[in-house]
């Protein structure tokens, strides 16, 4: 069957990290690391397992900065190569093992795809056992060893081919939702479980950096909660903008000027410019989302957020240079947050897949039309292009349709 896969080879990823850095489009070309391969589909690790036919699958911001060799090698230790992308998965059931339980051929499903201790068929770490699947301490052991998630281990495979495997805890019910809104179950649950997990309080003034996918999503996710205080959105294009107004933002700003003078304005708030030192402002958002985690945005973070406020970075941050003094000086809090765990919604403990897909089910969230662009596994130079040229292509979720 036919693949998208990324080979890591040290002098190639060197160079593609270069040319890209000037020039993103350039991680697409024969220099790259990114191909569509001829492979085998992946085996079931075992009899829990099923086989699932991709119907559509997303491209992820992680899946572009390692497309782009922006990721960071803290993670190397984790990874196995070559892996066939693609996390943001929906599909149907195929072939399914002796142990799979009710998860029968035809079933349309939504796929968590993370693996955690369970799905490598061992004993809970301490971080599984109290439902912080996320935060597993064993991705490298088990069945199916080195890859902490479908997506990224070569034993699963990933949504950008045919076929691929998942274990019977990864799946969920599909039924009743478009392929186009289904694919949403990742990057929602990547936005619900931070509000879910430091949910603003009475008093707050909440600013969302980033108005793409994970951005719009995040403010939805507020709005989902019940948080009827103000929001404001920091994008980069109109047309995110627009996005993030319908998620439910109050404000859009589509310059970092602009955020400034805004939290400047909030009552007692105060703007200061030292000689030699960026910009701040005293009195700003009391709470912050990063759904983008680049230097300028924490920069950005560091510099607005209110004394004794939170910056929780939902943003896949890597690298990064800062000047951290507000966060000692004013007693900041940054929290980091992965998507895969349990967190508390509508007044129980639960998994952050569970609750986002009820939000699917009942949010409204198929009217943002957040799917703007579907292409077939060989087209998939033109469908990485959209994903990384955003503005030229007016582009939120690009996905694939391995069909």
């Not at 996005?243 to 955020?259: I, K, M, N, Q, S």
Request: aromatic content about 8%.
């Amino acid at each position: 069957m036919r693949a998208i896969r990324f080979h890591y080879r040290p002098v190639r990823y060197l160079w593609t990290r270069f040319a890209a850095s000037r020039r993103p489009g350039l991680a697409l070309g024969p220099g790259g690391c990114v191909s569509l391969d001829d492979v085998e589909a992946p085996a079931l690790p075992a009899d829990d397992w099923v086989r699932v036919e991709s119907t559509m699958s997303g491209v992820c911001g992680s899946d572009l900065s390692a497309i782009t060799a922006h990721d960071s090698f803290t993670l190397e230790p984790f990874g196995a190569f070559p892996f066939t992308f693609g996390h943001e998965n929906v599909g149907r059931v195929v072939e399914a093992g002796s142990g799979a339980g009710d998860w029968a051929p035809g079933t349309a499903v939504i796929v968590n795809p993370m693996l955690a201790c369970e799905q490598r068929g061992i004993e809970a770490c301490p971080a599984c056992a109290r439902g912080e699947y996320g935060l597993c301490r064993r991705t490298q052991d088990g069945v199916i060893g080195n890859g902490p998630m479908i997506g990224y281990s070569p034993a699963t495979g990933g949504g950008w081919s045919k076929t691929f495997v998942a274990h019977r805890s990864q799946l969920h019910g599909a039924d009743g939702l478009s392929d186009e809104l289904a694919v949403l179950a990742d990057p929602l649950a990547s936005s619900l479980r931070p509000v879910l997990l430091h949910p603003p309080a009475e008093g707050d003034v909440v600013l969302v950096i980033g108005a793409g996918t994970i951005g719009a999503l995040t403010v939805r996710a507020l709005r989902a909660i019940g948080w009827e205080g103000p929001v404001a959105c920091l994008g980069r294009y109109d047309f995110q903008l627009e996005l993030a107004e319908a998620a439910g933002a109050d404000h859009v700003f589509r310059r970092p000027d602009e955020v400034y003078r805004w939290a400047e304005s909030l009552p007692h708030a105060r703007a200061y410019k030292p000689s030699l030192a960026p910009r701040f402002v005293e009195g700003g958002p009391s709470l912050v989302f990063d759904t983008v985690g680049s230097e300028s945005t924490i920069g950005d973070s560091l510099a607005i957020t209110r004394e004794g406020g939170k910056i929780v970075v939902v943003g896949g941050a890597a690298k990064v240079s800062a000047d951290w003094t507000r966060l000692w000086y004013r007693q900041l809090t940054v929290a980091g947050i992965f998507a895969y765990g349990r967190a508390p919604f509508r007044g129980a403990d639960r998994d952050i897949y569970d609750s986002s897909i009820e939000l699917l089910r009942t949010d409204g969230i198929a009217q943002l039309g957040m799917v703007t662009h579907v292409f077939a596994l060989e087209e998939y130079r033109a469908a990485l292009s959209a994903a990384l040229d955003k503005g030229g292509h007016r582009s939120i979720k690009v996905a694939f349709r391995p069909e």
